[in-house]
């Protein structure tokens, strides 16, 4: 007999220690309720003595923070990305890369 659910969250939960799982950046808030829900898991396993529980939610609580950190690295290696040069100076590489071109063909 399969023990019942008390938790819409337990598949999830699951679902968070994939390695394989490469969570959308619009759903971070939703990573995040994720991770509060297994902190009070946490907590009221503990309170109740069920330690064996305490450790499998730990190991999804720590898989769930590390997707949190992914996705904020990537934002932050996109901002860094997107933000560091102004547009003016990408078109101004742009056209020394495409005159340089021109002068190293031959025949042109």
Same mark, same amino acid.
Do not use: F, W, Y
């Given at each position: 007999m399969r023990?019942? &659910?008390?938790?819409?969250l337990h598949h999830e939960h699951a679902c968070v220690r994939c390695s394989l799982l490469r969570p959308d950046? *619009?759903?971070? *808030?939703r990573l995040v309720d994720i991770r509060d829900n297994l902190i009070a898991r946490i907590a009221e396993a503990e309170r109740e003595g069920r330690l064996g529980e305490v450790e499998g939610?730990?190991? %999804? &609580?720590v898989a769930a923070e590390e997707k949190i950190?992914?996705?904020d690295a990537r934002q932050s290696a996109?901002?860094? =990305?997107c933000s560091s040069k %102004?547009? =003016?100076s990408i078109k101004a590489e742009l056209e020394r890369a495409v005159s340089h071109d021109h002068e190293s063909t031959p025949g042109a």
């Amino acid at each position: 007999m399969r023990k019942r &659910l008390r938790n819409p969250l337990h598949h999830e939960h699951a679902c968070v220690r994939c390695s394989l799982l490469r969570p959308d950046p *619009a759903q971070r *808030a939703r990573l995040v309720d994720i991770r509060d829900n297994l902190i009070a898991r946490i907590a009221e396993a503990e309170r109740e003595g069920r330690l064996g529980e305490v450790e499998g939610l730990q190991v %999804s &609580l720590v898989a769930a923070e590390e997707k949190i950190a992914q996705l904020d690295a990537r934002q932050s290696a996109g901002h860094r =990305r997107c933000s560091s040069k %102004s547009p =003016r100076s990408i078109k101004a590489e742009l056209e020394r890369a495409v005159s340089h071109d021109h002068e190293s063909t031959p025949g042109a």
